[in-house]
Each structure stands twice: as structure tokens, then as C-alpha cells.
């Protein structure tokens, strides 16, 4: 399960990136086997008894979660522990639930259980990917992004190569976040978060027609925002098209008005 997060065209390129992020943390992990029956195979009819009641607990742990009650989905999943203390999702939930309180450790520990209960649930690879990046260890976190990537049934394989890429970067591996946005981009072309940071980084390196291709297509759908307009305007403006630059920041203008983005046009702070 992959709960669906909406983007609003209002929120910052840093919130959406939060929140697509959010949406792949929150996927449930492929259920564990069930004796020799691999979980694609599998049907209610081959769950026992304690799996089935620590799937109900786990459905309400994951709903509290979603609902921001993070005490409440706390005690569920342990319920849900209690009733399977084998089943892979509920460490899974529980590693988002203690990330959620900041308590990392415990995060840590929960994705690792999960992963050793069911080597092939990506969910958790991610998971454990995006945790160990916030600590810095982007190492660690590309060898989990990459095994996870590498799980042949795994479906968010452009979420967790974006994930990914942003997460290079912030360990200042701009090159090899290039490549892996660029993956991740030719698997899905709609996400703007892939988009502008891909667009980002090749203009902070220069290549600002490249830059150009990607940050224009971001910025004629309906999930442009003030971030990606002012993206928009600073590309344009290195490439002398004046007349797309003050389209773009006419947008900008009308739409954004008490965006800093707007602020920063009018100063001309077209390098800050």
C-alpha cells in the first residue's frame, strides 16, 4: 500500500519534495512470505489466524499515522506485534511512527527488522535509505536506495531514485545526483520535485539550456509554483530571453504576490 499525497501548487519545491517523499515513506512493505508462498502469490485464504488480526491492528496503526496521531498508531502497531511479531509491515510502520517522534534509533532498528523479516520488501529499503540520509550517512543510504531499486516486483522505483538524487546532493555528489534525477525522470516525467531538482542542479553547474528544457516543462503544467517560476526566471535570464523572463514573472506577479521569490525578482538578486 502506497498512501497517495496530493501537491499543491502553493507549496515550495522543499514541501513538495517533503511530502512526495512522505508519500513513498509511507508505503506499506510487500507482505512476508507465508511458509514457501512468495507474497505476490498469496490470497487472505493463506494468512493465519495472528496474521490477520495484526493486519487489522496494523490498518488502524496506519490510518492514526496518516491522521497525524502518532501516539495512538504507536500502540497499535505494537498490538500488531503482538499478534505477529513476524510480520514485516508492522516493523515497517513502526520505523516511520519513531522517525515521526525523533527517535531515530528506534527507526533505524524497526526498517532493519523489517528487512531481515522479508529481504524483499523495498518500502523498508527506502525507508531505511532516507533515515540514514538525514544522519548523513549517504553511503549507507545509496546502498539502501540501491537495493531497494533493485527488487524486480518493487513499483516506486522513480520515487526512491528521486529520493535518491536528492539525497546525493545533499551530500555534495552533484554529478552522481544528476544521473540518478536523470533515471528517475525517464521513469516518471510528471513528478516536479525529480523536475526541478534535475533542473536545479544542471543550473547551478551552468548548463542552462538543458536547465531550461526541464524547468519550462514544470512550469506549463499546473504544478508550477513560486520556486519553480523564480527557477524559471533566473534560467531565462542567463540565456538573455528577456521577453519568457518577464512572462514568467508576470505569473509570478499575479499569482505569487507575497512570495520571496517575487521579492527577489524585483531586487534583481537573480545570483543569491
Request: net charge positive; proline share 4%.
Amino acid at each position: 500500500m502506497i498512501i497517495a499525497t496530493s501537491l499543491s501548487s502553493r507549496l515550495p519545491l522543499r514541501a513538495w519534495a517533503a511530502l512526495a517523499l512522505l508519500g513513498v515513506l509511507a508505503g506499506c512493505a510487500t507482505q512476508p512470505g507465508v511458509g514457501d508462498i512468495p507474497p505476490e502469490l498469496q490470497t487472505a485464504s493463506d494468512e493465519t489466524d495472528a496474521r490477520k488480526r495484526a493486519r487489522t491492528r496494523l490498518m488502524l496503526a496506519s490510518s492514526y499515522y496518516e491522521n497525524g496521531q502518532t501516539a495512538v498508531a504507536l500502540d497499535e502497531m505494537k498490538k500488531a506485534l503482538q499478534a505477529d511479531p513476524t510480520f514485516s509491515d508492522s516493523y515497517n510502520l513502526g520505523g516511520l511512527i519513531y522517525m515521526a517522534l525523533g527517535e531515530r534509533p528506534l527507526a533505524q532498528s524497526h526498517f532493519e527488522r523489517a528487512i531481515a523479516l522479508n529481504p524483499r520488501d523495498a518500502n523498508a529499503m527506502h525507508n531505511l535509505g532516507w533515515l540514514l540520509c538525514q544522519q548523513g550517512q549517504y553511503a549507507a543510504a545509496t546502498q539502501s536506495f540501491q537495493r531497494a531499486v533493485a527488487v524486480p516486483t518493487y513499483q516506486e522505483r522513480a520515487k526512491t531514485l528521486m529520493t535518491q538524487g536528492i539525497c546525493e546532493a545533499r551530500g555534495g555528489d552533484t554529478a552522481k545526483a544528476e544521473a540518478t534525477l536523470q533515471r528517475s525522470y525517464e521513469l516518471d516525467a510528471g513528478n516536479p520535485v525529480t523536475g526541478y531538482n534535475l533542473a536545479h542542479l544542471l543550473y547551478q553547474r551552468g548548463d542552462y539550456g538543458r536547465a531550461q528544457f526541464y524547468i519550462r516543462r514544470l512550469n506549463n503544467s499546473e504544478r508550477a509554483n513560486a520556486e519553480s517560476l523564480w527557477l524559471g526566471i533566473r534560467v531565462e535570464n542567463r540565456l538573455n530571453n528577456r521577453q519568457a523572463m518577464e512572462q514568467l514573472a508576470s505569473q509570478l506577479r499575479r499569482r505569487f504576490p507575497q512570495s520571496r521569490e517575487l521579492q527577489a525578482y524585483e531586487r534583481r538578486a537573480f545570483d543569491e
